[in-house]
């Protein structure tokens, strides 16, 4: 795989999706489409370590993720409160196209200046900028060039200055979240201590984790001081913070000043933990090992999280494709490994060695698409962040829906329920080792019933509606575990549960009015259950099924006009009375183009997929349609383009025309090899215009005919050779062979029947 990993890592390009979305016009199905979430990618260019615990940016303060020029955005295009890029210093800890979650990190800002204390806050005009996985650089309006790179816990700046009498570079231990309302965070307690010898450490008790730093610089000759309040504390060594207030803070941090001529460099090097400041030394000590000084610490971290990234990308490679579609393409699988955040040993709230993830913001975004990537290209990494769920909830009482750096594992209760039950049926189906499944299955099933759980169990129903359909899944989920321990009475009282999720359909075929999420009851209404066969009955078959996706998709329907820049006129209530697809703007949609697959029309998802992928990303700043959500858009289009989609829970991966002629994978450590004959080129934006949707006419896995559209998640972890013959017209592939669903097994206590409705 070596010969195209260095184009395909090269063509990564972080900026995308930095700015409001700005996408090729679209055409056709796409441009049936109508998407009000925030049109906005939330991405930065910031450096990154795959999956590491640290990121490093340009901040500005504005939204979104602190590098942005924008105010808070949550529905149609953002507005600007910047008219260019600005950085008032260099944070670490960003979020990765995250939504307005109310809190950002942003923490332990480093401002390079040639201007007094009293300047700190100001923000100069980004010049000259550079991103690439594992770097970042620009120029400030002073004349600074500022250059970023990270390791999996530390991180290391390098600043070059222009001639100055008096240079100097500011820690700010008091700066945190964004500078829009609502957004800043704000230490409740807050101790650092110069050290001398260019070493300094320090803590800072941010939403309930204590952050720690150690601090080594190379600034030959120049001063090091404490300040505070935008104040030199001469003579002073440490400052000491017992109960900070937003009405009583007062900036605070550490300085390095002296002289400089042009080209001098300082090299700040920083190690961090969430337990305490010897383990914070430690990290960086043992980042850069070598002694005092760690001479090269820039060039050697920079080389060795490229060659982290460089080691992902290896298991990925694609054959064809326009430059356009390979930088999104590249691009998309380095933004599917930003998040979450892996920092093994670090807990703040246990003392045990062992895994410790965080930034799964949220897992309502993420369980679709990026974590069966993860999973796929690193299943140690998938293991661990499994055994952190567990971990989560025995500690702190539940398995998280979403879990920040930030003290509570319940934040995101109002978006779903039970999704941690998918990823570990997921992991169990594949054999992933290292957990106590029995231990895991205990935390399963008393997670049922927290939150709407304990009504769903008592009635059956719960509403937000779409929490029924997810309890459901949950009791699924968990009875595959049961029934794999050997459980058999568990596994089928949970099994019995699970059918309640016909309890959230009306007699239409849609799910039942109730609130929803950031949707409405067509954008829930065709996620893939683990009953999709009983589901598509109870729309009344194959036919009505189809004729109710092919409304949402807009299949025939007129060009639509998109929200522009709030406040918004009749537009909204027009756009929402359409009960449209929402393209990839809105995770509910995800997985709806592949329910055409249940109903034997695969020819449909390639249509809408092909329209997707042609329509909806693009290269630039603003080339992602919505918010990137810690890199589950990005891994929808990782597996879009490959043909390829998982479903959640059922060890099961959907087949579909890719939009690559060939791809060579390395997933759950062995080799998986994608062919196809009679690949078409097809572009995004203007070069997708005379491009059409390909089919699959026939497929061979491993040899042998493969008259259905999936293949199990095992298959595709234990390597083979998947052959797809592609045509311009749709075929009787997969027609009559469907994905399998709950009811395909007779069901014992009703007579062999179909599962019929669910009373508790």
Not at 36 to 63: D, E, F, I, R, W
Not at 140 to 165: M, Q, W
């Amino acid at each position: 795989m070596s010969s195209n990993l260095s184009r395909i890592l090269d063509s990564v390009d972080p900026f995308i999706g930095t700015a409001a979305t700005e996408l090729p016009a679209a055409q056709g199905l796409a441009a049936t489409w109508w998407w009000p979430k925030a049109q906005v990618g939330n991405t930065h260019p910031g450096a990154c370590h795959p999956l590491g615990m640290v990121s490093a940016c340009a901040c500005s303060g504005a939204y979104p993720t602190g590098y942005g020029r924008y105010g808070i955005s949550t529905e149609g295009a953002p507005s600007a409160v910047f008219d260019d890029y600005l950085a008032s210093g260099f944070t670490h800890f960003q979020q990765s196209g995250t939504g307005a979650i109310r809190k950002y990190y942003n923490y332990f800002r480093v401002t390079p200046m040639i201007e007094p204390l009293d300047a700190l806050g100001t923000r100069w005009r980004l010049h000259e900028e550079v991103a690439e996985p594992g770097y970042y650089a620009a120029t400030l309006d002073n004349g600074i060039r500022c250059e970023l790179t990270v390791g999996e816990k530390t991180a290391v700046h390098r600043y070059t200055f222009p001639e100055a009498s008096s240079a100097r570079v500011v820690l700010d231990f008091s700066y945190g979240g964004l500078a829009i309302e609502h957004g800043t965070t704000v230490p409740l307690r807050a101790g650092l201590e110069s050290l001398g010898q260019g070493c300094a450490q320090g803590t800072v008790v941010m939403e309930g984790i204590p952050l720690s730093v150690y601090v080594d610089a190379d600034a030959p000759g120049w001063r090091q001081l404490v300040w505070y309040d935008r104040r030199r504390v001469d003579g002073g060594t440490r400052l000491d913070f017992d109960y900070i207030r937003r009405t009583t803070l007062r900036p605070f941090g550490l300085m390095f000043m002296g002289p400089a001529r042009a080209g001098t460099t300082v090299e700040i090097r920083m190690g961090f933990s969430m337990r305490g400041t010897d383990q914070a030394r430690r990290n960086l000590e043992q980042a850069l090992p070598g002694g005092a000084g760690f001479d090269y610490a820039f060039d050697r971290t920079r080389e060795a999280t490229s060659d982290a990234w460089s080691s992902y990308f290896s298991q990925v490679e694609v054959q064809g494709g326009t430059p356009e579609r390979r930088t999104v393409f590249a691009t998309s699988l380095y933004h599917s490994l930003i998040k979450p955040c892996f920092a093994e040993d670090e807990s703040p709230f246990w003392p045990s060695k062992g895994p410790f993830v965080f930034d799964i913001a949220t897992m309502w975004d993420m369980y679709k698409t990026q974590f069966p990537l993860l999973t796929a290209l690193n299943p140690a990494k998938g293991a661990g962040m499994l055994e952190s769920l567990v971990r989560i909830a025995e500690e702190e009482g539940n398995l998280p829906i979403g879990y920040r750096m930030a003290r509570g594992s319940d934040r995101f209760f109002r978006q779903a329920s039970a999704l941690a039950h998918t990823v570990l049926a997921d992991g169990f189906q594949l054999g992933l080792e290292g957990l106590e499944w029995d231990w895991a299955l205990v935390h399963m099933q008393d997670d049922l019933r927290r939150g709407y759980g304990e009504d769903f169990s008592e009635r059956g129903v719960v509403h937000p509606i779409s929490h029924t359909l997810d309890l459901a899944t949950g009791y699924w989920c968990t009875a595959i575990v049961a029934r794999g321990l050997g459980d058999l009475k568990l596994a089928d009282e949970l099994e019995a549960k699970a059918r309640a999720w016909v309890n959230a359909f009306g007699p239409d075929g849609l799910l039942r009015d109730s609130s929803f999420y950031e949707g409405g009851r067509w954008n829930y209404s065709f996620r893939l259950l683990h009953d999709m066969a009983s589901r598509i009955d109870l729309a009344g078959g194959d036919k009505e099924f189809v004729s109710m996706l092919d409304r949402f998709f807009g299949f025939g329907a007129e060009p639509v006009t998109q929200l522009g820049v709030p406040p918004f006129g009749p537009e909204f209530a027009i756009g929402n009375d359409l009960n449209r697809f929402e393209g990839l703007n809105n995770e509910p949609d995800m997985e709806a183009p592949w329910a055409y697959h249940y109903a034997g029309r695969p020819d449909r998802t390639a249509e809408v997929v092909h329209a997707a992928l042609a329509y909806q990303f693009g290269t630039g700043r603003g080339g992602l349609p919505g918010n990137d959500d810690s890199g589950a858009l990005s891994s929808w289009y990782v597996w879009a383009s490959l043909g390829l989609f998982p479903v959640a829970g059922q060890n099961l991966f959907l087949v579909n025309a890719p939009a690559f002629a060939a791809a060579q994978l390395r997933f759950g450590g062995n080799d998986f090899e994608l062919e196809t004959t009679g690949h078409v080129e097809s572009g995004i934006g203007a070069d997708a215009a005379g491009g059409r949707p390909q089919y699959v006419q026939s497929a061979r896995f491993n040899g042998r005919p493969l008259d259905q559209s999936f293949i199990t998640g095992n298959q595709l972890h234990g390597g083979g050779r998947l052959e797809i013959d592609l045509g311009p017209e749709p075929s009787d592939w997969a027609t009559k062979t469907r994905p399998p669903s709950a009811s395909d097994r007779p069901d014992p206590s009703r007579g062999g029947a179909r599962h019929q409705e669910f009373l508790p």
